[in-house]
């Protein structure tokens, strides 16, 4: 028997499922169904379009469709069968309504096995139409009570489905995440490393180099340990899922590094975590710290910097940055580019250090309570002195940011787009203000409760602030300088050789305190006013000076 190559002895097959639920054998057998079909009307299978997306939600490029109609519509078959009509759209009879135009132009007929529908028959079409409604019904509603099913699941706490993140579980008739026996060791080594500011490609390298695979048995990324750092179930929390499209035009959720807040404006937890909401927060902000840090120098990967002033400190002479080389902080220029780029400058590392310092709390002590500087340094203090308190502090400000937001949408749905109308839809409006102002009060009250009982004593207090500046890390001293300081100009020594003690130093140093302007180019004694803090036993001991 010779190829068949008569359109009109030629037909196409278009199989199609949208979720795993439907597996592979079920479209062997719709396949099965519609060849038998082709066989008894005396038709030649030309090609068989197979795909496994939604043929309901829009916005979906189908190319395995869009290549059936157009075969038909070149006038290469003259026939597409389909299992059922649903199977080809659920769309309704706006998408389905133009096929069967198209086609009957064309000559070309439509077959829906299951159905018993053929477009080639007139009586058939009503049938169409109301089989693509039914169609499109049945679509929405599973949709619709989809959507209900999972927002109800997260109000009750209840794993929402999906893989949880490394380290954790959900057991099957389980509705809580817990710790996975066999990650949960290396899950919190990667937390730890985190918290002690390691950067996410160290953490990688080092689980590549022990020969620790993902859950998928790949190597490890920087980008997936980004991943579950970012990721709210981590800490036990329910994370928010967002909706995308993505690069074939297919709708998606993603979830969001933020957690779902209940109506009384709390995180809504999700069962065991890795790292607590402490921890998040102390994690995330490393993080934070890091790409600011990367992008601001152009590279990717900087490593954390090994001295107090390292980016804060400027050349008297040039005005460039000064870095730190052995025990001195010195002229970059000068070192990289030579004295015609700079004459350079050097200062002890240990003697600059105690000037800016004892500056700093000087700086400090200054402040009234009410000034913004000092509010920010407050916050900054509660992040390293209560890393729970901070991330709380965190999540309630969004909360009452996003219910503030949801507050003027329902007043311009009312006022303005008037939506809610009759006295059914005043009720329904004064219910929905009512519940929303329950829960910015509450949020509000949460943060003011948060803000009393926050200890910044410590930052009103020689003493204590002496104290807590010398116990504090690199990273925390660093973190929190830079809130009152933008940079400091180290003018010159007057001589050749001149030796310069802590406070004269100190005169030396012009600053650009934050929210100011800087200070001008000149020695000026009024610096030392409001300092007290000359260790006479030596450098004030940060572990920052070597």
């Known amino acids: 028997m010779g190829t068949v190559t008569d359109p009109g002895k030629l037909c196409d097959l278009y199989l199609r499922r949208s979720t795993l639920q439907d597996d592979k054998t079920t479209l062997k057998a719709h396949e099965r169904d519609l060849r038998a079909r082709a066989e008894r009307e005396g038709l030649t299978v030309r090609h068989v379009w197979k795909e496994e997306l939604s043929a309901f939600k829009a916005g979906v490029i189908r190319d395995e469709f869009d290549k059936a109609i157009s075969a038909v519509l070149a006038g290469e078959v003259r026939h597409l069968l389909v299992w059922k009509l649903d199977r080809l759209s659920r769309q309704g009879m706006g998408q389905v309504g133009q096929v069967l135009d198209d086609f009957e132009r064309m000559g070309a007929r439509l077959v829906a096995h299951m159905d018993g529908l053929d477009s ?13 409604e ?10 619709t009570r989809t959507r209900s099913t999972k927002a109800e699941k997260k109000l ?8 949880p993140p490394y380290g954790l579980r959900v057991r099957k008739g389980r509705t809580k995440a817990e710790h996975h026996p ?27 180099a022990e020969g620790i695979k993902t859950r998928r048995g790949h190597e490890w990324r920087s980008t997936s340990i980004t991943q579950l750092a970012h990721s709210p179930a981590w800490a036990g929390l329910m994370p928010v899922h967002e909706r995308y499209t993505d690069a074939r035009g297919r709708v998606r959720w993603r979830a969001t590094d933020q957690p779902v807040m209940r109506p009384d404006g709390k995180p809504m937890r999700v069962g065991a975590g890795v790292i607590t909401t402490g921890e998040r927060a102390r994690i995330l902000a490393g993080l934070r710290a890091r790409t600011s840090e990367s992008l601001a120098s152009g590279r990717r990967g900087k490593p954390s910097a090994q001295s107090l002033l390292s980016g804060l400190i400027k050349c008297g002479r040039c005005g460039g940055n000064m870095t730190k080389g052995g025990p001195q902080y010195r002229c970059y220029r000068r070192v990289n580019l030579g004295k015609t780029a700079c004459a350079g400058m050097a200062v002890l590392v240990k003697d600059l250090d105690r000037a800016i310092s004892t500056a700093f709390m000087a700086r400090v002590l200054s402040f009234e309570y ?5 509010q920010t340094l407050a916050h900054r203090w509660l992040a390293y002195q209560d890393p729970d308190a901070h991330a709380r502090r965190r999540e309630l400000t969004l909360a009452a940011d996003d219910a503030e937001a949801r507050l003027k949408a329902l007043d311009d749905a009312f006022y303005v787009q008037g939506r809610f109308k009759g006295p059914s839809g005043q009720q329904r409006y004064d219910e929905l203000r009512e519940a929303i102002d329950c829960q910015l009060e509450a949020a509000n009250f949460d943060l003011a ?16 602030l002496h104290d807590a500046w010398r116990s504090a890390d690199l990273e925390q001293a660093r973190a929190l300088l830079k809130v009152v300081l933008h940079s400091v100009r180290v003018l010159p020594p007057q001589g050749q050789g001149c030796k310069r003690t802590v406070p004269y130093l100190l005169t030396d140093c012009c600053f650009h305190w934050v929210g100011e302007k800087p200070q001008r180019l000149r020695r000026d004694a009024r610096r030392l006013y409001g300092t007290s803090w000359f260790d006479a036993d030596g450098p004030l001991p940060l572990g920052l000076a070597v």
């Not at 080639?120 to 693509?132: K, M």
């Not at 039914?134 to 949709?143: G, I, V």
């Not at 009410?370 to 000092?374: K, L, P």
């Open 370 to 374: 009410e000034h913004g500087v000092f």
């Open 120 to 132: 080639s028959i007139p009586q058939h079409r009503g049938l169409f139409a109301w089989l693509a």
């Open 156 to 163: 009750a706490g209840v794993w929402p489905g999906g893989q």
């Open 182 to 208: 066999r990650e949960i060791a290396t899950a919190r080594r990667i937390a730890e490393a985190l918290l002690r500011n390691k950067s996410t490609a160290a953490v990688a390298e080092m689980l590549n």
């Open 449 to 464: 409760e948060i803000a009393t009982s926050m200890d910044v004593a410590t930052l009103q207090d020689p003493d204590r």
């Open 134 to 143: 039914q169609a499109r019904a049945e679509s929405f509603n599973t949709s």
